[in-house]
DNA sequence: TCCGACCGTCAGGGTTCCGTCAAGGACGGG
DNA sequence: CCCGTCCTTGACGGAACCCTGACGGTCGGA
């Protein structure tokens, strides 16, 4: 079928673990980095807010029972600025707890104790189904005059050369041309590529704005591919 | 892979029911006919695929223990032209037959006998993960035989090119665009673009106003979309 | 005819916003 | 432990934008 874990991947997957028992970490760790994954994890719901903003994951694995806060906050947390597949795991078989996290946000529930094959499955069909649709409408490569982004290799193209840009440019980079055309605003970048709690610093964006049009643009001092809107924000055209 | 036809926005959700116990059927047409889905019921996997291609349901219940054929025949017959959720449901509590089925393409497994809010909470999952982006392809286009206003790219085109407006000067433009050939009164006007504390400073609309009209209008002198009503306030014509 | 109310136009000044540069700190690899 | 990469932060000149006041024009009523 597709890609399920053996091939070799463009860019690794990577997956938030978020749960306080150190051996169910322990095991899903081992078991995800066996099969080619990027694992981070937190051990509470602060920690795990503050990374999932930090390195977008494509997916999330959640235990509900965390010291700090309540698993269901930590959903909405997350589905307040992200569409990332979470992945419950809990102690609890209650159905009210299910349909509480379900409708929370959660896009699959687990309990425990549970098997690592069926876990391994469905966090495989979680990342399938955030997939973009392969042949289809989405463009995954976007040509200009100037330079090419391939948004699923992550990689830029210039005169023929691969453009070296750091995750922070690329997060940039990707949401701006995720919106060809379209104008983003100031807030809406800081909080994409910085995380929910930023909005204001809109210094950021000017060194990363000028970072990407000194290593995209042919004329770093007039842009014709990232534009500003003063007082708006910014427009990526090809 | 929402709305293949045509269709207006208020449509229910459709569901395709497939199952060969009759009362499983049943419990789960009443159940989804009474939260206002759309439902077909069909006992084997041929009526299945031929229901599914037949009437573009937005989510399928599966039943992997059909008379006809493999339940995972089933689900790779779906997935060779469709990526529409699948919910499967099977009395096997085996973990293989899970992860086959999952790896197959399915999108969610349950066990019976399942609870009815569980199942319905993760068909409300798996159909809002279906949905299109909220902010999305919206596609808001107002055009005049001068000019063209984009709402949702924030962008106007005159002649081909693009328009530069200032962040207020959008703002106003936004507001009259939205009430399209109805009278807006100054003090609305005032108040949605510059803040509710505002409401006789009309000297700002004069100003603004002819901006616009100097920038979209083919003679700013003889305004044909930006209609002055004297004493009222401003109306938009396309 | 005079007058007042209302609107369109223009230009200057204050303020906000943006591009640029450089320095300091955090982090990881050698 | 050092070094390179990356992110953050502050400062500053210049550009863009918003507000403001003044003037002239039109229209209707006294």
Redesign the pocket.
């Known amino acids: 079928m597709l890609s399920p874990t053996g091939d070799t991947p463009r860019t690794p997957t990577r997956v938030l673990v978020i749960d306080d028992e150190p051996q169910i970490v322990r095991a899903l760790v081992i078991n995800l980095k066996a099969r080619h994954y990027a694992v981070d994890a937190a051990h509470d719901g602060a920690t795990a807010l503050q990374l999932a903003a930090a390195r977008h994951p494509d997916v999330i694995v959640l235990d509900l029972g965390l010291p700090d806060m309540d698993g269901v906050e930590v959903i909405k947390g997350l589905r307040g600025w992200t569409r990332v597949p979470i992945l419950v795991l809990s102690a609890r078989h209650s159905s009210d707890e299910k349909v509480e996290a379900l409708d929370a946000g959660a896009d699959d529930y687990v309990t425990k104790p549970f098997g690592m094959d069926e876990l391994l499955a469905r966090l495989r069909a979680a990342v399938r189904r955030a997939e973009p649709v392969p042949g289809g409408e989405d463009e995954v490569v976007v040509e200009t005059a100037d330079f090419t982004v391939d948004l699923a290799a992550k990689k830029v193209g210039r005169n023929g050369k691969d453009v ?1 840009l ?4 690329w997060h940039l980079l990707e949401v701006l041309v995720r919106n060809t055309g379209r104008l983003v605003g ?1 807030k809406q970048l800081l909080q994409e590529v ?1 995380g929910p709690s930023y909005g204001t ?7 990363y ?2 970072q990407l ?1 000194r290593k995209l643009e042919a004329d ?2 007039h842009p014709r591919h990232f534009i ?1 809107e ?3 924000g910014y427009r990526f055209e090809r």
Chains 1, 2 share one sequence.
């Open positions: 070296r750091t995750p922070t440019e100031q910085w610093e809109t210094n950021y964006l000017r060194v704005m000028a049009r770093p001092a500003t003063p007082g708006m």
